[in-house]
């Protein structure tokens, strides 16, 4: 029953469009009938949970590590993680190349930006983006690959102000380009919308979307 919840969503989302099944909390079964009806990118938020999932399910699955990362737990999906979307420091993009270059691997980041008028959210403003990017240190940095942004809008009704936090998400994406990545083809990711924004995303240029309720049902 579920994979209809997914047929019916593929159908809502461009091809162009990634989806990231967003299995926290759910169980490996849950992922299992996804997998089973071809699905391969799914997203976690808890280094531990994915972990385990990691471990128990096909390794051609491609995880997305979508929460907030500390750094004493990267070791953890360095062997692994095919994206990691919430790198919201220079001191964390230190210690993924670390631990990426330990597993001979170049992993994928994206930068997480503060788009949304609630306190609560993790992310990076502009300007803190600018200061890391422009850093000496980044040179050094031979196994990340920055490959785009991502950010959460408001949970709000107020599809105004949506509106308003992804198209400030998609200038930011723009000005980032322009400036510091103009001959690198791979930063091209924009991970914006969830279960409830996922199409005003679309309008807005999402690459990525994110969404777990929809397909797996209420957390
Ligand atoms: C949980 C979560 C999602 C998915 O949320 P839904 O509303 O269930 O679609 C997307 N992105 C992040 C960062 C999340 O933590």
């Not at 976690?44 to 990362?69: F, M, S, T």
Request: proline letters at 2%; charged letters at 25%.
């Amino acid at each position: 029953m579920m994979v209809d919840n997914l047929k019916a969503l593929q159908k809502q989302i461009p091809h162009h469009v990634k989806l990231v099944a967003v299995s926290k909390t759910k169980p490996v079964e849950d992922i299992q009938e996804f997998y089973a009806a071809g699905h391969r990118i799914f997203g976690e938020n808890k280094v531990q949970e994915l972990v385990e999932k990691y471990a128990a399910l096909p390794h051609d699955i491609e995880w997305h590590l979508i929460g907030h990362l500390q750094t004493n737990k990267v070791k953890y999906i360095a062997p692994f993680i095919q994206l990691i979307h919430s790198v919201d420091s220079l001191k964390l993009l230190k210690e993924i190349n670390k631990e990426a270059a330990k597993n001979k691997r170049i992993i994928d980041c994206l930068l997480e930006f503060y788009i949304a008028s609630e306190e609560t959210k993790f992310g990076l403003s502009l300007e803190e983006a600018r200061a890391i990017l422009s850093s000496d240190e980044m040179n050094d940095f031979k196994n990340i690959r920055i490959v785009g942004v991502m950010g959460m809008a408001s949970f709000t009704d107020n599809t105004e102000l949506i509106h308003k936090e992804f198209e400030q998400l998609r200038t930011i994406f723009k000005q980032l380009k322009q400036d510091f990545f103009g001959d690198k083809i791979w930063f091209n990711e924009l991970s914006m919308g969830m279960s409830n924004d996922y199409k005003i995303a679309i309008e807005h240029g999402a690459t990525m979307v994110r969404i777990g309720s929809i397909l797996f049902g209420k957390r």
